[in-house]
């Protein structure tokens, strides 16, 4: 009789054990999605550093991209508005996993430089980027917009500014 009861006891704990940590896991990935519908309903940062040789930045392009629409990003030459310096596109869409798969096409006209590809990078991580054969040197960085990996973003660039 007594180990009917414990047999009963522990498959009832076992139960009650069971649906218990069911529902924090399902309460936990609610919550999840719930803070992450408001991050990126705007779309995606797309902040990309390009460097020389040597090391030197060359440029520094960023665009928010929606998503589905691809971002067209036209550089031009200061004294020269006719000269263009680079010219980028890119279309960022975001992923079930909340990765962020990143089409670009890159062009440095007056290097008669061009590079394209696809890429998933994972929001607020740098990720260097295959040029192929040109002397360049990239990293990519993607942050939803808004949110507050994005403001911390722009308020880092202020300070680096002033």
Do not use: Q
Not at 113 to 140: C, K, M, N, Q, W
């Amino acid at each position: 009789m007594k180990s009917i009861r414990a047999v009963a006891i522990v498959l009832l704990s076992f139960l009650l054990g069971g649906s218990s940590a069911e529902v924090a896991v399902k309460t936990h990935r609610a919550l999840a999605r719930a803070r992450g519908a408001d991050a990126g309903e705007g779309g995606d940062l797309v902040a990309l550093e390009l460097r020389g040789e040597t090391g030197a930045i060359i440029a520094r392009p960023r665009v928010i991209t929606t998503p589905g629409r691809p971002a067209h990003l036209i550089l031009r030459d200061p004294a020269d508005p006719e000269r263009v310096r680079l010219t980028l596109r890119v279309e960022a869409n975001r992923e079930p996993s909340g990765d962020v798969s990143v089409d670009y096409e890159l062009s440095l006209p007056g290097r008669d430089y061009l590079a394209a590809g696809r890429l998933s990078a994972t929001p607020g991580v740098e990720l260097a980027l295959d040029l192929g054969h040109l002397p360049l040197t990239a990293t990519l960085l993607t942050l939803p917009v808004p949110s507050a990996a994005f403001d911390a973003f722009l308020e880092s660039e202020r300070r680096i500014r002033t």
